[in-house]
């Protein structure tokens, strides 16, 4: 018997708003810390499992990114929100990973939610919550568990190449959610093979019917989520570009504008590969319909054929006396004569009508 499958469970938990509740699948047992301290002469980077060592690079007139892996560990998400005065309802979203891609404007930073996308082993695709708060000074990133897409962004840092170390925290803002932007390409690029591979598989004569329907399927559900997960950042990139605030300078704004044609792009092909994925599905049924009606073809003039041969047999298999052709010689030989010329005649004429 199969099992039943497991159904979701859709319960509110009642709490007030404001309360920091992690609702996560991902269980860190301690809270890794990065921070790193910079400007365009100095660098400085401290890795730690305590929130409190970050406190101190507030204020001291150069970017800090402070980077936090594990967000199951709240009281440590709280010292960090109430050192840098985070609303409560921003903490309670960071520690809640279920979030669509969102940007809230608050009087001293700007909190943005987005999804990172990338493969972990070459071949499964890690969907994760990126939770940022943006100051005059500093960044904030929250992750559920180590490993992302910021290791090109952390190296330039380091090494002082391009302008991250020159511009301010709004730039290493445009820089992170660059850096997710292009792993979304990526994403796609794989995604577009995926789908023609299975297209020359759908034509293949001896593919496998329940495997290539069930890898259809499983694209179909993949690009669905990857849509939900990125079709929303294009108004977040938006209402960025939009935003009136000091801190976010004008310079950035023309950064943020190429990011916005950038994920446009990503959209668009999402949708592209979206249609490719439903249309391969009607191709996949029209394919597997069609080899049906051959077959119900062939039987059809199997059947076709025997009707009149089971007709004559089953008319002289009666058992009546005042039948002469029963008491001729030759009688079964002509029989057997006729049934052979009706099924000669019948082949001809199908084969004239290209239906074999």
């Known amino acids: 018997m199969k099992p ?18 992690y609702k996560g699948k991902k269980k860190s047992t301690v809270t890794a810390v990065d921070i790193v301290n910079f400007s365009k002469e100095t660098y400085h980077k401290i890795e730690t499992q305590n929130v409190e060592e970050a406190f101190h690079f507030k204020g001291n007139n150069q970017v800090t990114w402070i980077n936090v892996n594990g967000l199951n560990n709240t009281s440590e998400i709280e010292k960090l929100g109430i050192h840098y005065g985070l609303h409560p309802l921003t903490l309670e979203d ?32 890690v969907y994760e919550q990126v939770s940022m708060v943006i100051g005059e000074d500093y960044v904030l990133t929250f992750q ?33 959610i660059d850096a997710v932007v292009d792993h979304y390409l990526t994403v796609i690029e794989v995604f577009g093979d995926k789908i023609e ?23 179909k559900r993949e690009i669905l989520k990857i849509r939900r997960s990125v ?24 950064y943020l504008r190429d990011l916005y044609d950038h994920i446009v792009q990503v959209n668009e092909s999402i949708e592209v590969y979206r249609e490719m994925v439903w249309s391969l599905l009607d191709m996949y049924m029209t394919i597997i319909s069609n080899k049906m009606n051959e077959v119900m073809k062939v039987l059809t003039i199997m059947a076709t054929i025997f009707i009149p041969l089971t007709f004559i047999a089953g008319v002289y298999g009666m058992n009546f006396d005042n ?26 004429y199908f084969r004239k009508k290209k239906w074999l």
């Open 144 to 176: 559920e568990a180590d490993g992302d897409v910021f290791d090109d962004l952390r190296e330039r840092i380091s090494s002082g190449k391009g302008r991250v170390r020159s511009l301010g925290s709004d730039y290493l803002m445009y820089a992170i």
């Open 4 to 21: 039943k499958k497991k159904r979701k469970s859709y319960k509110t938990v009642n709490r007030s708003p404001g309360t920091v509740y």
């Open 231 to 254: 079709l929303p950042l294009r108004e977040v990139i938006n209402h960025l570009d939009k935003l009136e605030t000091s801190i976010i300078e004008e310079k950035t704004h023309n």
């Open 323 to 348: 039948m002469p052709e029963l008491h001729y010689k030759y009688s079964y030989f002509i029989l057997i004569g006729i049934m052979i010329l009706i099924f000669l005649m019948m082949l001809v």
């Open 197 to 219: 591979d299975i297209e020359d598989r759908v034509f293949e004569a001896d593919s496998d019917s329940n495997e290539t329907a069930s890898t259809i399927q499983g694209l």
């Open 94 to 125: 960071i520690v809640n990973t279920t979030h669509r891609p969102k940007l809230d404007e608050f009087d001293n930073y700007l909190f943005v939610i987005l999804k990172m996308l990338y493969f972990k082993n070459e071949t499964e695709l």
